[in-house]
């Protein structure tokens, strides 16, 4: 077994990360500038009069909105799996009657585009009481996860060895120690890429928030960008200044996380 | 070895036939599925299913914003959907967003696809640079939408500037009806590349070592490997990725929004942009119309889901 | 055993755990106003709880004996809010409105009038308060009105030997334009985006021209949006004022590089702060004299409510939050809205004299839903600026682009 490092993968590999995170280097870029350098032409790829004004107001104004948003992510994890992971269980190990039909629905389910999706909930969290409140934030944020969760883990989980399901069976454990103690062990790679969608797709949503959460106490970080949008007036430098922040700890999960996303998502759409 | 597992699936299916014999109606174990999956059909119910219902009862009558307001809107049955349909923004619409979607999901894939077989053989930094590349997902899309329009603006732009480092004229981006989808395209792509990294990533993972080694042993070079191996084997997995990411990409609103909000003169304006800028865009909302479009939206998507289930099928049946 | 209580208990525990998010969220407060606490929506998120505003918002509220809950929306937002809030019959008990939304969110009866209320607005200037009226009936009070004028970069108009002093009309302003060409800068920028900003940025152009919003395809529009057409063509204005937002715009202009930019008021105190001298005349009409520019600036609107007791606490916030004083702290705090009385806008000028270019301006202004179009103005608006959009980016002829313009909104409001 030969195993190539070649290092000049590397440096490939970093010139093409480079060229991937240029955008991402120029929002850097423009949290440091100055209001009236924005539109210079020539533009400065360097901020060559920086300012930290930016940066002053996002860590004085973000913080709070910054844990918020870390909530509302994890929370969104918790539900998407509680709610995905015993469903796509049924679909794929318990021959849930209907699964076919299930799966295409979960299909059509991600088609419906957010702002439909918003406005109906607004109707419903007026009657439920869930308007301004982080937990119904959490829930119209997982809407946005959970269909393709049970599309992945369904995938997977279809493509666990058989004789380890019947085995259990013979040894008389329930459906519910199955999953517990074989399946969820074992789709932990997948669990773990679901996971990391959820947060994604949660830690970036707004339409959600804007329509449903404005007057929360506790608002994400997405909507706290729009204390720097006035009405005629926006402060760039702070925007992007607050999405460096937000990004830093989210990049360092990422890191972690990746190892595990790696194995997981498909073993069982591949069928050798 | 075999025997063994022979003996114990007879056990099992003889265990399964007698419970189920004890029980009458639905199998045992189809209760227990059916309990499993409650809490994903209470959700989709309440969460999915509403507000279909409410965008179809909003295309098939007239909301005027009063109505809206008072609740009293005139049923119209599907004249919206002939009013859309007869404008002359429909099929400029339909054309915009085959061109958005298509052009976005064949250069994301490949583009995802290429850098999954880059990445597929790890080398040094291969694990972080993966994960970095996952950093465009985490900026809010206003956020990328703005880098993405100041990059590409006519005069104060980046790309303009380096284009003019190797000599080509400045481009007007944003501003020209000509080049904004394919501004607008470029960002999208962008955008899209993490998604496809990671999902085709995985699925090569999954593709054994040893054919690969038993490729080269017999001296098949590495493109040849790509379309004789992976390709093939990566067949459910691009066709999941592709069926996901047309539809994702039909709902893009924000990143055309923040760039160009659907122009210059509905140059970049796709079925999406033109149901949201119904709804949003002007000053006089006018959600009838904007539901229409929406669901005609979903209506596309839908198709193409069906082709998908229906290929799907024919290849299990091969 | 795989029983059927499994069923059921995994499938209650399922529906139990949303039912109880659900009834643990309901102790949070709901966005319905108790006795005690009235709601307030204002398009401010730049000002949050700590800023001045918030606190006079709070004072105002404890002066008639009662707790505000504010929210700050963007402006974008807040009409759509409060339609939504209105159907589900949870309307908030003020809200801060962008004027030209008044008529719109007035049409459908979920405002009430003045007159209802119990509030003077004698006192209002007509020009400021004919946003907020449709036949006959006011439906809320400006708390303050800001408009356009043309900034310019002194140093360069000096460089050029242009006196903005001279600048009174149309041909004047070409001559200043291509002299600053002449020594090889910028001209003019200003804000062609296809949204709502776009119509507020030409309409002084358009109005300066003799145009009316009842006719897009006169001679005087065409004449306007030629003039628009002609700079960008010329290289006078730049290429990225087709998608340039009012703040972009501003952002170009203090590059240096901008000999003049149309803005607003808003950008007093950044433009005495720019790196470079900055001075401000009224936008030219075509054929002299001050073209009448578009007003910005909230109305304090007051929603139907299901319980009547509420209005007489709603008045009297109004009430404070108007006063000349009131006027006046308003100005100040959103640099600057001018206020809409004669004698607020004589308090302000002790105060800030360096505004009277703007007091002026305000006063020739006018509302964009004035003359009675009311509800219809958003249609026409939204003909105009892609009629400005397809001339700009080259898409189509201004005459042709007007024309089509004109037709469609016809179209569009006789149905």
Same mark, same amino acid.
């Given at each position: 077994?030969?195993?190539?490092?070649?290092?000049?993968?590397?440096?490939?590999?970093?010139?093409?990360?480079?060229?991937?995170?240029?955008?991402?280097?120029?929002?850097?870029?423009?949290?440091?500038?100055?209001?009236?350098?924005?539109?210079?032409?020539?533009?400065?790829?360097?901020?060559?009069?920086?300012?930290l004004e930016g940066y002053r107001a996002a860590l004085a104004q973000q913080l709070p909105n910054l844990g918020t948003s870390l909530l509302i992510g994890l929370g969104c994890v918790a539900m998407t799996l509680v709610i995905a992971a015993p469903a796509a269980y049924a679909m794929a190990l318990l021959h849930l009657r209907g699964r076919g039909t299930l799966n295409f629905l979960l299909l059509v389910a991600q088609m419906l585009p957010a702002v439909v999706m918003a406005m109906g909930f607004y109707a419903i969290y007026v009657r439920m009481g869930l308007l301004n409140t982080v937990w119904g934030l959490i829930l119209a944020d997982s809407t946005i996860a959970v269909p393709f969760g049970v599309l992945l883990l369904a995938a997977f989980m279809a493509g666990l060895p058989r004789e380890l399901m019947q085995a259990s069976r013979i040894d008389g454990a329930g459906a519910w120690t199955a999953f517990t103690s074989i399946v969820l062990p074992l789709s932990r790679n997948s669990l773990i890429t679901v996971s990391l969608f959820a947060f994604l797709w949660a830690w970036s949503d707004f339409i959600f928030a804007s329509t449903l959460a404005r007057n929360s106490a506790l608002i994400p970080v997405t909507l706290g960008i729009y204390n720097y949008i006035g009405n005629n007036t926006t402060q760039w430098n702070a925007i992007m200044a607050t999405a460096v922040i937000a990004s830093v700890p989210a990049a360092f999960l990422l890191i972690a996380a990746q190892r595990y996303v790696a194995a997981g998502v498909t073993a069982g759409a591949v069928k050798d | 070895m075999t025997t063994d597992v022979a003996d114990r699936d007879d056990v099992a299916h003889r265990a399964d036939r007698v419970r189920t014999r004890r029980r009458g109606g639905l199998e045992t174990t189809q209760w227990v599925a059916l309990a499993f999956a409650a809490p994903l059909l209470v959700y989709l119910l309440g969460f999915y299913v509403y507000p279909l219902l409410r965008s179809v009862d909003l295309s098939v009558h007239d909301y005027t914003v009063r109505a809206f307001v008072q609740g009293d809107a005139e049923f119209v049955g599907l004249s919206n959907y002939r009013e859309v349909i007869s404008s002359p923004l429909f099929g400029k619409a339909i054309m915009n967003t085959v061109v958005f979607v298509g052009g976005s999901l064949i250069f994301?894939?490949?583009?995802?696809?290429?850098?999954?077989?880059?990445?597929?053989?790890?080398?040094?930094?291969?694990?972080?640079?993966?994960?970095?590349?996952?950093?465009?997902?985490?900026?809010?899309?206003?956020?990328?939408?703005?880098?993405?329009?100041?990059?590409?603006?006519?005069?104060?732009?980046?790309?303009?500037?380096?284009?003019?480092?190797?000599?080509?004229?400045?481009?007007?981006?944003?501003?020209?009806?000509?080049?904004?989808?394919?501004?607008?395209?470029?960002?999208?792509?962008?955008?899209?590349?993490?998604?496809?990294?990671?999902?085709?990533?995985?699925?090569?993972?999954?593709?054994?070592?040893?054919?690969?080694e038993a490729a080269s042993l017999d001296g098949a070079g590495s493109g040849k490997q790509f379309w004789s191996i992976t390709f093939p084997l990566l067949r459910p997995v691009t066709a999941i990725t592709l069926l996901l990411g047309l539809v994702y990409t039909l709902k893009v609103v924000d990143i055309i929004w923040v760039m160009t909000t659907g122009g210059p003169a509905d140059a970049s304006t796709t079925l999406a942009i033109w149901s949201y800028r119904e709804a949003f865009g002007t000053g006089r909302p006018d959600m009838s119309p904007a539901a229409a479009v929406g669901n005609i939206l979903i209506v596309i998507a839908l198709l193409c889901g069906l082709l998908y289930t229906y290929v799907q099928r024919r290849q299990e049946e091969s | 055993m795989i029983t059927r209580r499994m069923f059921v208990t995994v499938g209650t525990a399922g529906a139990a755990a949303l039912a109880a998010g659900g009834l643990a969220a309901c102790t949070d407060a709901g966005s319905q106003g108790s006795?005690?606490?009235?709601?307030?929506?204002?398009?401010?998120?730049?000002?949050?709880?700590?800023?001045?505003?918030?606190?006079?918002?709070?004072?105002?509220?404890?002066?008639?004996?009662?707790?505000?809950?504010?929210?700050?929306?963007?402006?974008?937002?807040?009409?759509?809010?409060?339609?939504?809030?209105?159907?589900?019959?949870?309307?908030?008990?003020?809200?801060?409105? /962008?004027?030209?939304?008044? &008529?719109?969110?007035?049409? %459908?009866?979920?405002?009430? @009038? $003045?007159? !209802?209320?119990? +509030?003077?607005?004698?006192?209002?200037?007509?020009?400021?308060?004919?946003?907020?009226?449709?036949?006959?009936?006011?439906?809320?009070?400006?708390?303050?009105?800001?408009?356009?004028?043309?900034?310019?970069?002194?140093?360069?108009?000096?460089?050029?030997?242009?006196?903005?002093?001279?600048?009174?009309?149309?041909?004047?302003?070409?001559?200043?334009?291509?002299?600053?060409?002449?020594?090889?800068?910028?001209?003019?920028?200003?804000?062609?985006?296809?949204?709502?900003?776009?119509?507020?940025?030409?309409?002084?152009?358009?109005?300066?021209?003799?145009?009316?919003?009842?006719?897009?395809?006169?001679?005087?529009?065409?004449?306007?949006?030629?003039?628009?057409?002609?700079?960008? /063509?010329?290289?006078?204005? &730049?290429?990225?004022?087709? %998608?340039?937002?009012?703040? @972009? $715009?501003? !952002?170009?202009? +203090?590059?240096?590089?901008?000999?003049?930019?149309?803005?607003?008021?808003?950008?007093?105190?950044?433009?005495?702060?720019?790196?470079?001298?900055?001075?401000?005349?009224?936008?030219?009409?075509?054929?002299?004299?001050?073209?009448?520019?578009?007003?910005?600036?909230?109305?304090?609107?007051?929603?139907?409510?299901?319980?009547?007791?509420?209005?007489?606490?709603?008045?009297?916030?109004?009430?404070?939050?108007?006063?000349?004083?009131?006027?006046?702290?308003?100005?100040?705090?959103?640099?600057?809205?001018?206020?809409?009385?004669?004698?607020?806008?004589?308090?302000?000028?002790?105060?800030?004299?360096?505004?009277?270019?703007?007091?002026?301006?305000?006063?020739?202004?006018?509302?964009?839903?004035?003359?009675?179009?009311?509800?219809?103005?958003?249609?026409?608006?939204?003909?105009?600026?892609?009629?400005?959009?397809?001339?700009?980016?080259?898409?189509?002829?201004?005459?042709?682009?007007?024309?089509?313009?004109?037709?469609?909104?016809?179209?569009?409001?006789?149905?």
């Open positions: 077994m030969m195993h190539r490092r070649p290092w000049w993968k590397t440096v490939l590999g970093v010139v093409l990360t480079a060229l991937m995170l240029f955008p991402v280097y120029w929002m850097l870029n423009v949290s440091f500038t100055q209001t009236g350098n924005l539109r210079s032409s020539p533009p400065h790829l360097l901020p060559l009069e920086p300012t | 994301q894939y490949a583009i995802g696809l290429a850098l999954a077989v880059f990445f597929r053989s790890s080398f040094r930094l291969s694990g972080v640079l993966r994960a970095l590349f996952l950093v465009p997902w985490l900026l809010p899309l206003i956020v990328s939408g703005s880098v993405w329009a100041w990059m590409m603006n006519s005069e104060s732009g980046v790309v303009n500037f380096l284009l003019g480092i190797v000599g080509v004229d400045p481009i007007n981006w944003l501003t020209s009806p000509d080049t904004a989808m394919l501004a607008v395209v470029i960002a999208n792509i962008w955008l899209g590349i993490p998604f496809n990294l990671v999902i085709l990533y995985s699925g090569l993972q999954n593709i054994p070592e040893d054919l690969y | 006795a005690d606490t009235f709601t307030w929506w204002d398009p401010y998120p730049q000002h949050d709880e700590n800023s001045d505003w918030a606190q006079r918002v709070q004072a105002a509220g404890e002066a008639a004996g009662v707790t505000i809950e504010r929210t700050a929306y963007d402006t974008t937002a807040l009409t759509n809010q409060a339609l939504l809030a209105a159907q589900e019959g949870t309307s908030p008990d003020i809200i801060l409105l /962008d004027n030209p939304a008044v &008529p719109t969110l007035a049409d %459908t009866g979920m405002l009430s @009038t $003045t007159e !209802e209320l119990g +509030l003077d607005i004698s006192h209002i200037d007509e020009n400021l308060l004919s946003a907020g009226q449709i036949d006959g009936s006011t439906y809320g009070i400006p708390v303050g009105a800001n408009t356009l004028a043309l900034f310019y970069n002194l140093e360069i108009l000096e460089e050029a030997g242009v006196d903005p002093e001279s600048i009174t009309d149309w041909a004047s302003l070409d001559a200043a334009l291509e002299a600053i060409s002449g020594i090889d800068r910028r001209g003019i920028t200003f804000a062609g985006i296809n949204t709502e900003e776009g119509s507020f940025q030409f309409l002084p152009w358009f109005w300066g021209a003799g145009a009316e919003l009842t006719d897009l395809a006169s001679e005087e529009a065409v004449s306007a949006l030629e003039l628009w057409k002609s700079w960008v /063509d010329k290289g006078y204005a &730049p290429n990225t004022v087709i %998608t340039n937002s009012q703040n @972009t $715009t501003w !952002e170009e202009f +203090l590059t240096g590089e901008y000999g003049f930019g149309e803005n607003g008021t808003w950008q007093v105190n950044s433009a005495a702060e720019a790196p470079f001298e900055a001075g401000v005349i009224e936008l030219p009409a075509r054929d002299g004299g001050v073209a009448p520019a578009p007003t910005g600036g909230e109305f304090i609107v007051a929603p139907v409510q299901s319980d009547p007791d509420r209005y007489e606490t709603t008045r009297t916030i109004i009430e404070a939050m108007t006063t000349t004083e009131g006027f006046v702290e308003t100005a100040m705090t959103f640099a600057y809205y001018v206020p809409p009385t004669a004698e607020g806008q004589e308090q302000l000028l002790e105060e800030e004299p360096e505004l009277e270019t703007w007091v002026s301006a305000v006063q020739s202004a006018k509302g964009r839903t004035g003359d009675n179009l009311g509800v219809d103005y958003a249609t026409i608006s939204e003909q105009l600026w892609t009629a400005v959009q397809n001339a700009l980016s080259g898409a189509a002829e201004p005459a042709d682009a007007l024309e089509t313009a004109q037709a469609a909104a016809v179209e569009a409001l006789g149905s």
